[in-house]
């Protein structure tokens, strides 16, 4: 004969089969998803660090806005870390350390308004030494050889004067920041090329203290260089030529 469950057990295995199932659920929409992240992350948790790899110039391989940041280690334990726009150097700190622990632990000291702060990651690099990956918690930040086409054109240094208007000009350094000049007004600018892109951010346009370069700051223009002159095409079409001063 049978045992009869009793009410109260019945409503205790419908609950308990309610609870299975949403745990099975969560595992599919949350949990197979981290796995497969994981996975294809390029984080290998088996890495053993060499001490040589880790050297070199690595750039974010995913980023928006055109907003990416650069990391630059160095033989003598330092690392530069900068934020760039449109391949404009919006941030830059020199001071930051790095060091490794056990066989894949990276810390990096990150001096933020003049404090230091620990930065602690898991770190893996591939083993074509193209990717590294610093894993902090569940987030991967997946960096890659620095590669990005910004600022190949080195034909654009020096100085230029407007042919359409007496006084005004753009200097260009070798640093990509650089002076506009219009009569006596003078402006500090920062510069960079990608392609036939030229992107220029004129510091007038920051007239909060402390407010951070974003792109929306940065005005785009077509550009090309022949026989001494630059031209600038603007989005709304207008176009300007510039020689180059002797």
């Avoid at 009410?7 to 089969?17: G, M």
């Avoid at 002076?179 to 990608?194: A, D, R, V, W």
Wanted: overall charge negative; some cysteine.
């Amino acid at each position: 004969m049978k045992k009869k469950h009793t009410k109260k057990q019945k409503i205790i295995a419908i609950v308990a089969l309610v609870a299975v199932a949403i745990a099975l659920v969560l595992f599919i929409v949350i949990g197979i998803p981290m796995i497969k992240d994981y996975k294809n992350s390029g984080y290998n948790s088996k890495y053993v660090y060499d001490d040589v790899s880790l050297v070199g110039v690595w750039q974010e391989k995913d980023f928006e806005n055109n907003t990416y940041k650069i990391y630059d280690f160095r033989n003598d334990k330092k690392v530069i870390v900068s934020l760039y726009v449109c391949g404009i150097e919006a941030i830059r700190d020199e001071l930051s350390t790095y060091r490794t622990e056990d066989k894949n632990t990276l810390i990096i000291t990150y001096t933020v308004n003049g404090n230091p702060i620990n930065g602690e990651y898991k770190f893996s690099i591939s083993d074509d030494k193209s990717t590294l990956v610093l894993r902090e918690g569940t987030k991967n930040i997946v960096l890659e050889k620095y590669n990005l086409e910004y600022n190949e054109d080195t034909s654009i240094f020096g100085t230029w004067d407007s042919t359409e208007r007496e006084g005004v000009s753009y200097t260009f350094n070798e640093d990509y920041s650089g002076i506009t000049t219009e009569g006596e007004k003078k402006n500090n600018i920062l510069f960079s090329t990608q392609g036939d892109k030229f992107n220029l951010f004129i510091n007038e346009n920051l007239p909060i203290d402390g407010y951070t370069l974003n792109e929306d700051f940065v005005v785009e223009y077509k550009y090309e260089i022949e026989n001494d002159t630059l031209t600038l095409k603007g989005s709304d079409g207008k176009v300007s030529t510039y020689q180059r001063r002797k």
